[in-house]
């Protein structure tokens, strides 16, 4: 069975500065998408990035960036020049498509805070 | 294009009552999942369902909780006699199948509080 882990229960980081969250997973498949979900305190899950598996390019998107070690089974979300408004719930996601199904398992979360 | 509607957003039930949880989900969106999160904890998937079928429901117990998504309508979460170890956010989201990008989208949640 798949699992996903966040090994950071709560980090913290000063506006501006740049912070890694760290994700591992563990599967026998080959082919599967990973994210970055970000929940903020008004709650909504919206996703932040996305990588797929079989794409050895590291996803991007603007301030976040993805180091995905795929041997190493490690996905870990970048966020750099870190903004108050990223303060937030972190969750990163597995997902793996099978006739027809897809189901996504997620890590316990990241609880980031930007200082000021 | 609307997003994950659910309702109602906020839910008090005394022990023993029934709670009922709608999930719309995005328009072409065949998918549905149901989360629920306890404070300051993480997701826990409780049921995937796609239309009038139930592909996943490992995650939810075996007794007083029940999902369904009918061919016409929305995903409906089921909890009959509940208790105060109910009382959580649960939250829907849907995907599609065809052209399948991976992406979750998320409803705002439905918050149940059990007195």
């Known amino acids: 069975a798949q699992t996903v882990t966040q090994s950071q229960p709560e980090m913290s980081v000063q506006e501006a500065e740049t912070v890694t969250l760290s994700c591992t997973y563990d599967?026998?498949?080959?082919?599967?998408?990973l994210f970055w979900y970000k929940q903020p305190p008004s709650r909504q899950m919206i996703l932040v990035i996305r990588q797929e598996a079989y794409k050895q390019q590291n996803a991007t998107e603007n301030r976040f960036s993805v180091n995905f070690q795929k041997a190493a089974k490690s996905f870990s979300l970048k966020i750099s020049d870190s903004q108050l408004g990223d303060t937030a719930m972190y969750f990163c996601?597995?997902?793996?498509?099978?006739?027809?199904?897809?189901?996504?398992?997620f890590g316990t979360g990241t609880r980031l805070k930007v200082l000021a | 294009n609307a997003g994950v509607m659910q309702n109602p957003r906020h839910l008090v039930r005394r022990r023993g009552q029934e709670a009922r949880l709608r999930c719309s989900p995005m328009?072409?969106?065949?998918?549905v999942y149901w989360y629920r999160q306890l404070p300051e904890e993480g997701l826990k998937f409780m049921v995937y369902?796609?239309?009038?079928?139930?592909?996943?429901e490992s995650g939810m117990p075996k007794e007083r909780f029940s999902a369904e998504f009918p061919k016409e309508g929305p995903s409906i979460l089921r909890i009959q006699q509940v208790v105060r170890g109910d009382s959580a956010a649960y939250f829907c989201?849907?995907?599609?199948?065809?052209?399948?990008?991976?992406?979750?989208?998320f409803g705002e949640g439905s918050r149940l509080t059990v007195l």
């Open positions: 369902l796609q239309k009038e079928n139930i592909i996943d």
């Open positions: 989201a849907s995907s599609r199948s065809e052209g399948l990008t991976g992406e979750l989208f």
């Open positions: 328009k072409g969106h065949s998918h």
């Open positions: 996601a597995f997902m793996k498509a099978a006739s027809g199904t897809y189901k996504y398992i």
């Open positions: 599967t026998s498949e080959n082919n599967y998408y």
